[in-house]
C-alpha cells in the first residue's frame, strides 16, 4: 500500500484529498503545517508529500528544503500544491526537486491524484530490513556494504540496530540503476 502525507493549508481541500487518496488504496497521513509533515515524514517515510506552498511553519518550499538535508527523508518524492500560481513559487519548487508543482484551481481533484500515481511509478523504492530471515542474502548484503563504505556489521554504528538497506530507482540514469543506501529505521542515521 502507497503511503502518502497530505499537508494543505485549507481543510476542506485537506479533506477532500484525504477522502479520494483512501478511495485509491493508499494510506493517508495528514499535517497541519510543515513542521509537523517533516516530523511525520522521519517517523513514516511516506512515497510520496502533497505539500502546500502556504502551508503555515514554514510552507512547502521550506518544507521541501527540510526534507532534502534529512538522511532518511531525502528520496521522498514532494509535489508542491497551491490554489494560485506564482511563476516563481513554481521555479523554486523544481530548483528544489519537487517532482511536480500542481495549481488546485486549475486541477481538478482526479487529475491530481493521476499526477500523483504518475510521480510514483517513475521512482520505486525497494527497502529490505536486515535480520534473521534474510540470512540467505547476508554474505552479498555485508560485501555491498563494505564495498559503499558502510560498516559490515550491518548494525547501526549510533544505536546497534540493524541497518535496513535501501535501492532507490534513478531514471534519470536507466531503468535499471539504482542508488544504493544503508540507513538505521530507528535512529535514521546511516
Known sequence: MRKIIIAIQDEFTQRLYFRLFREE?????????????????????????????????????????SLKKEVITQRISVVIFAQTEKKEDRSKAMELGAKDFIVGILTPPPEVVLRIRTVLEEQKTYRLLICKENLDKVDKIKELAEDLGYSSTLKCLHCGSPLCLFLIRDLTKGKNYFKVSFICPKCFKI
Open 25 to 65: 488504496k493508499f494510506k493517508v497521513l495528514e499535517a497541519k503545517n510543515g513542521k509537523e509533515a517533516l516530523d511525520l515524514a522521519k517517523k513514516e517515510v511516506p512515497d510520496i508529500i502533497l505539500a502546500d506552498v502556504f502551508l503555515p511553519k514554514d510552507g512547502g518550499l521550506g518544507l521541501l528544503k
